[in-house]
């Protein structure tokens, strides 16, 4: 294990970020659109009128993992994006943590991870000691009562917006779906092509307001498995690059196409990895942990949280800090937090710093300890997303 306090001081990249709810964040998106649409109460939060005026179809395309650090690693192989992003891209930040559920309701509700209630990647369900991954997400908990929020796409076609969802098939149907983009109508793609050519019929298919939101998983699937700008991350970034230029080619005259991020990502070095499973003191007076290996909610006995905090504090050091509930609230990381939330997030919340994470061996897959690149934190590197805005 490289000591931490011997690294010297991290790059800008690495510094930490506050959600910019309200203005400049993935919450944001939606809302804005929405009032480009004419959806009664909507709010124009990032300011896209001028943009978007007379635009009757807007298309929201997500590709997860693309963060804005990583686009000037992407642009080589990437043409388009490297266009797009010098003429019509600006920084925004995800919400927290920095990670792919958190982020997919944050989108489709508009809300702040606090009030939408999916605070991490896994969260343990208040009263058990059952930890929800919400990957795995089948039908209980209920998505309609562990996320409450009405979703944008609700409020659309509540409006009379026509409303399409297109992601792979698989994801039809599961708990994360149901919980982010509830009220449009699914569509089932596979590959760039395919999504790329249903998202476009969709936004043509009718002649009033349409919304039409898509999802992209391989870049940031790459990333985890070989790492930011490794050979099959770069495959992938130019397979993000075509999509987006068949996109931007079939655009309608009246359309628009909004294109943004979840997260971004890092590559942690082997000797950058704590693991709480083969060190007692990562594991004594703690109940249950969720989170993932950068963001780690601990769960602790009655009467630990102060021995648990100064032993995951010694072990780490300069590694990450270790807040309560109370101070990770307080932070603003969440956005306001609604009280019946509370309990999902750990006595104890572990954020690592610069490119370190705390692993699980045994008890969490041991596909996660293969892997090389990471989110979840509050780097830039991991926070800071773009959005890219595109007229037909």
Known sequence: MTDPAATPAPPPFLAPVVPEYGGRSLADVLPSALAAL?????????????ELAGVRRVAVLLVDGLGWHQIPIATPYAPTLAGLTATTGRPLTCGFPSTTPTSLVTLGTGTASGAHGVLGFSLRIPGTDRVLNHLEWADEPSPLRWQPVTTALQRARAA?????????????GTGLT???????????ATGVEALAATMLAA??????PTLVSGYHPDLDRHGHLSG????????????VDGLLARLVDGLPPDAALLVTADHGQLNVPAGHRFDLDTDPRLTAGVRVVAGEPRVRYLHVVPGATEDVRAAWSQ????????LTREEAVATGWFGPVYEEHLARVGDLVVVCNDTYAVLASRSESPMLSRLVGFH??????EMTIPLLVVRG
């Open 38 to 50: 004419g959806v009664p109460g909507a709010v124009d939060l990032l300011g896209l009128a001028d």
């Open 315 to 322: 072990v780490l050091g300069a590694a990450g800090r270790v």
């Open 160 to 172: 009379g917006v026509a409303v399409t969802v297109v992601s792979r098939p698989e994801f039809g």
């Open 178 to 188: 149901v919980a982010a983009n509830r009220g449009g109508d699914y569509r089932g």
């Open 203 to 208: 936004l043509g298919a009718g002649t009033g």
């Open 228 to 239: 930011v700008d490794s050979v099959p991350w770069r495959t992938a970034a130019t397979e």
């Open 376 to 381: 979840g934190a509050d780097t830039a590197a």
